[in-house]
């Protein structure tokens, strides 16, 4: 099975032994750059370089075409669609949705306009460094490229929330996203005795789809807080707005429901129980604990913004407290607090499929006005409908964040529990090194090796900031997030020395 850690964008560290791969240290000046490598590589310029196929990477690339901008779009996947469009054209061409339905396949009209509108598209290309002045760093097929961009669209979306709990790290445990990309990719299904844990639509979407494809379950343990709900309740007016969506949500429950998969709702605590793999599951409610035997399980405990790079670069972010996570500070457009840099999609907050095209849209407008291709009074006439749709469609998020809050444990774990896989660094030594005086989440970096290794604190780094911040009795926004450095993804020498051997060329 895939590793849990692997269902967001990029996570290739399989693939890399740490003796062979470039990763980063602790500290790093506002933006870090590799030496020897930035200064004389030879570049190819281009007025948008846009990083992601995602919903909002290829609105955006559509759109920036439309304005007349040379675009070059850099995917690491065999091709466009991002996770929640995955493999959309293969499965078009063997006549199968892959049993996940309309909403799915509304991703092949995207594709299509993208493939058509000239934009440059590069699959297989792993970013893996991004400067302020427009410089993109990308490896491809074993060798390492350089792109000297105007503007710089960050599109790289959203990953799943570090689904922590006892267990979380034995052979067969991974997560719903990774699961779905089976099931995209292979038609891979769950087989006898797989359990779902967590919450939020995701969780709910797969498991109707699977029960629509006749696949039964185990069991759905609902993690989702009860009380919640009368703090979403405050938000149903906008949530009314669009019904449409919670009807989808309404109907994917009632389907799981009706499918005859065991359901428990009110969950507190999860533990997964194994030697060499999963072998049982346990769980708290208000009826206290329960144990079932287990083959498999599938976490999840909603999405947050991937934002590795743009804290790489160094865009400021802020803690959402209503998302519990850390997202870029983004103004109209996707405008960053770096001139060159925007960001558009759930790498700038989580806000679903159809928002990521909306905003992919209107930062390909603000990259045509900054560039001149687009006049002040004609761009708001080219985005006020644009700008209309958009606060119609995040009107329902109030009341989906709200519901769908994950539970304390999730977001401060217990002492014993494992959050660091890479390194093996549990809560409790998280705690411990702040009482010993390492303030900041950087210090504990430095002590604990959190966040140094193949996932460069992808994994890590929300959990570890929320402990530091909440061991010190202060807001997540005085902690920050982890800082990075590049290269933010693993790559080899090889790949490096190529930059090095073509500037010297």
């Known amino acids: 099975m895939p590793d849990p850690c692997g269902a967001g964008h990029g996570h290739r560290h399989r693939n890399a032994r740490r003796g062979a791969a470039m990763s980063a240290a602790p500290g790093r000046p506002k933006q870090a750059r590799i030496a020897g490598v930035v200064e004389g590589t030879p570049v190819s310029a281009v007025d948008l370089v846009i990083v992601g196929a995602g919903p909002a990477g290829l609105a955006a690339g559509v759109a920036a075409r439309e304005l007349g901008l040379s675009v070059i779009l850099l995917d690491d996947q065999e091709a466009p669609g991002g996770q929640i469009y995955r493999n959309i054209e293969d499965n078009l061409r063997r006549c199968t949705d892959a049993g996940l339905g309309a909403d799915y396949l509304r991703g092949a009209g995207l594709v299509r306009r993208f493939r058509d509108c000239g934009a440059q598209y590069l699959a297989r290309s792993m970013v893996w460094q991004v400067d302020a002045d427009g410089s993109v760093y990308y490896s491809r097929m074993g060798r390492s490229h350089r ?219 603000e990259a045509a006005a900054r560039l001149g291709r687009l006049g002040a009074t004609a761009r708001v006439d080219w985005s006020a409908d644009t700008e209309r749709q958009l606060v119609r469609e995040m009107a329902i998020r109030p009341f989906l964040d709200a519901l769908y809050l994950p539970r304390e444990e999730v977001r401060l774990p217990p002492d014993v529990q494992l959050v660091c896989r890479c390194e093996s660094v549990t809560a409790g030594q998280v705690r411990e090194a702040v009482r010993s005086g390492c303030r900041t989440v950087d210090g504990v970096k430095s002590q604990l090796r959190c966040g140094m290794g193949p996932c460069q604190g992808r994994v890590c780094g929300l959990p570890v900031a929320a402990l530091v911040a909440d061991e010190r009795d202060i807001a997540p926004d005085a902690v920050g997030p982890l800082r990075l450095r590049p290269p933010i993804r693993p790559i080899s020498l090889d790949e490096l020395a190529h930059l090095a051997v073509a500037s010297e060329g």
């Open 147 to 365: 792109l000297a961009a105007a503007c710089v669209l960050l599109a790289t979306g959203a990953m799943e929330r570090p689904p922590l709990a006892p267990g979380w790290t034995l052979p067969g445990v991974m997560t719903v996203g990774a699961a779905q990309i089976m099931q995209k990719t292979a038609q891979a299904l769950p087989a006898k005795d797989v359990w779902i844990a967590g919450c939020g639509p995701l969780a709910l979407y797969y498991a109707a789809s699977l029960a629509r494809q006749g696949v039964r379950l185990a069991g759905f343990l609902d993690t989702a807080v009860p009380s919640n709900r009368r703090v979403a309740v405050r938000h149903w007016a906008g949530a009314l707005r669009r019904a449409a969506y919670l009807a989808k949500g309404v109907g994917y429950l009632a389907r799981l429901r009706l499918s005859s998969v065991p359901y428990f709702g009110g969950v507190t605590a999860l533990e997964i129980q194994g030697e060499e793999r999963v072998q049982a599951i346990r769980w708290k409610s208000r009826h206290g604990w329960q144990e079932r035997p287990a083959q498999g399980v599938l976490l999840h405990e909603g999405v947050v913004p991937h934002t590795q790079l743009a804290q790489a670069i160094g865009c400021a972010h802020v803690w959402d407290e209503h998302q519990a996570c850390f997202r870029p500070v983004v103004g109209t457009g996707g405008v960053t607090s770096i001139d060159r840099i925007l960001v558009a999609g759930d790498c700038a907050g989580i806000g679903g499929a159809r928002a990521a095209e909306l905003q992919g849209r209107l930062a390909a407008g």
